[in-house]
């Protein structure tokens, strides 16, 4: 079963959300999807992205590089629009990685699965 400190070592983005309520509930989807999928903490570096490609990059890597590439363009977009069109930077990292990790409980090792 796997821990919200572990879970939240995988991905230190979530340091990023400001909002407390926020990281607390993004935490709680992944430590969720992470347990009803059956996985350890430890396949999860393991995970493939997708499941309609052979490849080597991981779910985590996938899910870190997507956060890091959503808050650099709410960084960039603040910069050019400012307050012409305001972004609340905290909705970069949830908004993604929910998605994400509804595919790991979906796709997760249940008992007679490979």
């Not at 079963?1 to 992944?30: G, S």
């Amino acid at each position: 079963m796997a821990t919200k400190d572990q879970v939240k070592a995988l991905f230190p983005e979530l340091e990023m959300i400001k909002d407390a309520d926020l990281r607390a509930k993004t935490l709680d989807v992944w430590t969720d999807a992470v347990n009803q999928g059956g996985w350890d903490v430890g396949d999860m570096k393991d995970i493939p992205f997708t499941l309609l490609i052979t490849t080597k990059v991981s779910l985590v890597e996938h899910t870190r590089a997507v956060t890091q590439t959503a808050i650099a363009i709410a960084d960039t977009m603040t910069k050019f629009y400012g307050d012409a069109l305001p972004l609340n930077r905290d909705h970069s990292w949830p908004g993604g990685s929910f998605t994400t990790s509804a595919s790991c409980s979906s796709t997760g090792r249940k008992p007679g699965r490979s």
